[in-house]
């Protein structure tokens, strides 16, 4: 996704990343936010704009989320597919409400691209 250069620091902030798992968790059916692990990763280029040089960042968030018991995995998956690849735009809407509400800053964002969940079983410990 990208993200205005000074706001990189909000999106990789313990806030940031605790709003990005709430706004995940409300695209999925039976998923709250403590199950959702977020990581976020940033990179930075200059971009031309009809008023000179910008500095534009690529935020990378990669996400886990851990399906508690009695919610089907596939449920999971259709969800995540329906609610953030298939929606980029209403799923970047609702992380932006989310990072307001979470940090108190107004936060640009544009999601990019969003790739087709998969879906690994563990085992669980005896």
């Known amino acids: 996704m990208k993200v205005p250069a000074n706001q990189v620091a909000t999106m990789t902030s313990d ?6 798992a709430t706004t995940i968790a409300s695209k999925i059916t039976g998923v709250s936010a403590s199950d959702v692990k977020v990581e976020v990763t940033s990179s930075r280029r200059l971009t031309e704009s009809p008023s000179g040089r910008r500095l534009q960042s690529n935020v990378q968030v990669d ?11 596939t449920v999971v998956s259709s969800d995540i597919t329906t609610g953030i690849v298939n929606d ?3 799923f970047a809407t609702a992380m932006a409400a989310d990072l307001q509400a979470e940090t108190g ?10 790739t087709t969940p998969t879906v690994q079983t563990e085992a669980q410990p005896a």
């Open 15 to 20: 806030a940031g990343k605790n709003a990005l």
């Open 63 to 73: 996400y886990t989320v851990s399906i508690p018991d009695g919610v089907d995995a």
């Open 88 to 90: 980029k735009a209403g």
């Open 105 to 114: 800053e107004t936060i640009t964002v544009e999601v990019t691209s969003a």
